[in-house]
């Protein structure tokens, strides 16, 4: 069964950097487009940072030039970087695969942007 450990998160200034990781294992990870996801208290989970199998990335407006996304297919793991922050990327980050459909969802690492 595929298990998602995501790290990382913490307290954070507005303009402060935080870099976020997601270990991926019981898959063959690189042959996956895999994504970065948040959700904040009383919202839904979006989509903030995705790369495909070749490392293609997206990102939507919100943190596009502020937010990173990498992997290393060596070591099953996907990170974030998030640059700028403000205290709206304040919530619950996931990792999980680019798709409709998902593995089992981890537990989330938090993330608060606060002075």
């Known amino acids: 069964q595929v298990q998602l450990v995501e790290s990382g998160g913490g307290l954070v200034q507005p303009g402060g950097s935080l870099r976020l990781s997601c270990a991926v294992s019981?898959?063959?990870?690189?042959?996956?487009?895999v994504g970065w996801y948040r959700q904040a208290p009383g919202k839904r989970r979006d989509l903030v940072a995705g790369i495909s199998s070749a490392g293609s990335t997206y990102y939507p407006d919100p943190v596009r030039g502020r937010f990173t996304i990498s992997r290393d297919n060596a070591k099953n793991t996907v990170y974030l970087q998030m640059n700028s922050l403000k205290p709206e990327d304040t919530a619950v980050y996931y990792c999980n695969r680019q798709s409709t459909t998902f593995w089992p969802w981890g537990q989330g690492t938090q993330v608060t942007v606060s002075p």
């Open positions: 019981g898959s063959d990870f690189s042959l996956f487009a």
